[in-house]
């Protein structure tokens, strides 16, 4: 099974609210990396096809796309490939949030 991961600014507070990052934070921060795109229906194909309907900002790894994906104020990815540690690591840096298993 893979690991998931989130990207979150939850563990930081302003104030009595907790931080969030938008999704037009989002589009704005992926809109000027030329590795990612973005897409609102994510779909998976293997033995059946299935389609996500959501917010998902496709990073091209060579020919493999991984998906992360906002949703409720973070960012969602899959560890399944190795490659996305750094580039997680990366993201997470320059959205001033943090890393959190699950």
Same mark, same amino acid.
């Given at each position: 099974?893979? #690991?998931? +991961?989130?990207?979150?600014?939850?563990? #930081? &507070?302003?104030?009595?609210? =907790? /931080?969030?990052?938008?999704?037009?934070?989002?589009? #704005? +921060? @992926?809109?000027? /990396? $030329?590795?990612?795109?973005?897409? *609102?229906?994510?779909?998976?194909?293997? $033995?059946?096809?299935?389609?996500? !309907?959501? !917010? @998902?900002?496709?990073?091209? %790894?060579? !020919?493999?796309?991984?998906?992360?994906?906002? %949703? #409720?104020? !973070?960012? +969602?990815?899959?560890?399944?490939? &190795? $490659? =996305?540690?750094? /580039?997680?690591?990366? =993201?997470? *840096?320059?959205?001033? $949030?943090?890393? =959190?298993?699950?």
């Amino acid at each position: 099974m893979s #690991q998931r +991961y989130r990207i979150t600014r939850a563990l #930081q &507070e302003e104030g009595n609210s =907790v /931080k969030t990052i938008s999704l037009e934070e989002c589009k #704005q +921060y @992926f809109s000027s /990396k $030329a590795d990612f795109s973005y897409t *609102s229906v994510f779909t998976v194909t293997g $033995a059946t096809t299935m389609s996500i !309907d959501g !917010d @998902f900002f496709m990073w091209s %790894y060579g !020919d493999i796309k991984i998906p992360f994906r906002h %949703y #409720q104020g !973070d960012i +969602y990815v899959s560890g399944t490939n &190795e $490659a =996305v540690i750094p /580039k997680m690591m990366e =993201v997470a *840096s320059e959205l001033r $949030a943090d890393i =959190v298993e699950g």
